[in-house]
């Protein structure tokens, strides 16, 4: 049965990916580390009452997956994330009330399709899901830099500007979200990589990679930081932040 046949390659195609999740999960987690000071910069910001929002396009379970992972969950007040990518089944048979294969047929692979994500993210089982102490918002019909930070964190534009920064390394995402909402960028210059490690990535790599240059001589990356001037505040190590907030590294230990 031809059928049937589609539905088993299908079946075998979910545990394909499954095993590739999985093999690619348990690489990243046994190489996935926290840039040196990280935690402690948390931290000294939450014990100083700097309120901590985190803002990706990274789907929720992701997000929070790799927060837990870095063990930075009690120090974010809200993470702002994309909604989680469900595969819905688009195949429609032709209906016959006499047939009741086809309708069989159609609910079997309707079923496989809708239920892959859960089959190459069994971290969905484990991780507690929505279960952190940090408020989870999906970003339904927003990306960075295309959003209004007053709205997102119910403040005003005005309380913004005056109170707010945005931390990142993306030029295209992180800098120019704190342009367009007139704020201080901390953009992170560590961590760069080496030039064996750019020759990986430039082979395997995902070419829609952030671009963390901000002295390239491209347009766009040149005009967001001549528009930023001032505001562009350039971290060459984490704990660079703090006297631009007129905190200690020895805060936490008074």
């Known amino acids: 049965d031809p059928m049937a046949g589609a539905i088993q390659a299908a079946v075998e195609l979910t545990s394909l990916v499954q095993a590739a999740h999985h093999k690619y999960t348990s690489v990243r987690e046994e190489n996935f580390k926290l840039y040196p000071d990280i935690q402690e910069l948390f931290k000294i910001l939450h014990k100083s009452r700097v309120k901590i929002h985190i803002v990706t396009d990274a789907p929720i379970h992701k997000a929070i997956s790799r927060i837990k992972q870095m063990g930075l969950e009690p120090y974010i007040k809200t993470l702002f994330a994309q909604p989680r990518v469900r595969l819905q089944s688009n195949l429609h ?6 047939n009741e294969k086809y309708a069989h047929i159609n609910a079997m692979l309707a079923q496989v399709v809708d239920h892959i994500p859960e089959h190459y993210e069994p971290e969905l089982n484990t991780m507690g899901h929505y279960h952190v102490p940090f408020e989870v918002v999906e970003l339904r019909d927003q990306k960075k830099p295309n959003i209004e930070l007053a709205r997102l964190i119910n403040s005003t534009r005005e309380k913004i500007e005056r109170t707010a920064a945005v931390w990142g390394d993306s030029v295209n995402s992180d800098a120019r979200l704190g342009l367009n909402n007139n704020c201080p960028v901390f953009f ?4 760069k990589v080496t030039p064996e490690q750019s020759r990986v990535l430039d082979l395997y790599g995902n ?16 005009s967001v930081r001549e528009a930023l001037g001032p505001k562009l505040i350039r971290l060459k190590q984490p704990m660079d932040m703090l006297p631009h907030l007129g905190l200690s590294r020895h805060f936490i230990k008074a």
């Open 93 to 98: 048979f032709k209906e016959d009330p006499a």
């Open 207 to 222: 070419p829609k990679a952030p671009t963390r240059d901000i002295d390239s001589d491209d347009p766009m990356i040149k």
């Open 188 to 191: 992170s210059e560590y961590g």
